[in-house]
């Protein structure tokens, strides 16, 4: 535990040395990344001007719900999302060899591989959007509701990048699954949508099959007081199951992985 | 024709090859189509009020064919381009008497080739998932007037892409312009948003841009929500912005190959 601990903060370090080494290009990326997280909450702003809610939800419900949603985004981005992304690379060119051969839990140290500085700068300016809206709006937020929603947040995160990685596990399989990421962010636009006005069928699909309800609404749910026991334990639950199949997963893939080079 | 005809063949194949890779793609995109007509659902009233000149079962409907007109129309080149100058790649090409625009048009032609074929599996499914919301009906005249809107679509995005690829000769990072762009297709582009739930002002300065002209339009005139005088004015403009980016092309190719220098080879 202790190592894996100076391991990250070994990567922080790496990456911020980057970071300040390469800062006009890490700016670049940060300003691109503002620039799509523009587009997403233009694109509601627009659909918000025809409609006065969406499923129930006022305007003010659902630009929390989407300000929660990019905060979620940009902490995947900034942690896990640029590392797993890359998994499909490292099995196709064999660069996978160097993280087996190291003495760290393989998965750790492939989930931490490129930690994305100018993310957490995004990530800040949302938080700092999210604080704001709710601010000015004067939405009535207790402190318990904050503190389930930051607990049901990093929920949200475990859920979302089991289920990254495990999407990720197929690269181990088909060749060049390079396009699985953009699969998870199309899945993803599920999750900034009110799933309670969701029918049964594809409520079952953002609960059971793809954790997609616990990256914005549950913590969204949970920060405006009303959310329900079920989907707190729910969440759990999901966290022992995901983390069942992809350790037998992972064990399967990495006995069948033969190298692509060395 | 020839050098379209080879990079076709090549790109075909290659792309038959490595199926899964579309496969992801279309099972994406019938996902996200799925969750653009619940949105529509749970946001627009079902007694047939109009939201922007649309009702809830034309919103879907819209959604729906834009499924299918994404991968028809979405040609987008510029990941290629920009990685051959970058990467010095295109010195592979400059000694040969193979044009950028040829060669991309059929490695581009080749990959949608079997993207269509395989969005179509989605499309069916779609049209049975939503089937009771769908309201469409095309005549003759409404899929002759679609096909030349479809085909200068094509080029006018393809002719954007190309473009913007060749910014990386003058510039490293091309991603926040790249992102720019996006965002005005995403927006103003109509494969997820119609264009007749934007502001007045932005819907009448759009009429001038090219993102009207890539998705919005040929979705308007296959949905019949355009008269006869507005197709003719958006032809015309399509025919403009598709000549427009051809000539910004062959400008920007002519000084980028200028600046270019290649490490290595």
Redo the contacts between chains.
Sequence with gaps: MKRNYRLLLAKINYHLAYFYQYRF?SM??L??AL??F??GM??IA??L???S???GWTPTEIYILMLVFYLGMAVAHATYYNSLADLTRKIQDGRLDFYLLKPVSVRYWVSIDKITIPQFLRAFIVLALLVGYCIAHQVTISMFGIMLAVLYFWVGQILLYQFFLLLMLAAFW???????P??L???S??AE??ID??DKK?RFFVLYITPMAFIAYVPTQALLNRLDPYLAFLALGLIVIFEIIISTVWKIALRQYSSASS | MRIFRAFFRMRFLLVAE?R??MV??M???F??T???A??WL???PASGDL??GMTQHQLITYAWLSYLLAQLIGWYPFYDVQREIQEGLISNYIIKPLGLWARRLGEEAAHHAIAVLLQLVGFVALSFILREYLDFSADVGILIRVVPSLIFSILIIFGIQMCLGLIAFWV??T??L???F??FL??LGGE??PNG???DIVKTINSLMPFRYTFGFPLDTLLNRITMTEWYWGIGMQLFWALAVFILFKIMWAHGLKKYSAVGG
């Design positions: 290009s670049v990326h300003l691109s620039l799509w523009a587009l233009g694109g627009i659909i001007g025809n409609v809610s969406i499923g088909i060749v060049n699954a390079w396009n699985i953009w699969f962010d199309r899945i636009d599920a949508l009110p006005t969701f594809l | 490595y899964m890779a992801i793609w099972v994406g995109g996902v996200s799925l969750i653009a619940v949105l749970i946001s627009t939201i922007g490293t990072d991603g926040p790249y992102a720019l996006w965002i995403s927006l997820w948003i739930l934007l502001p």
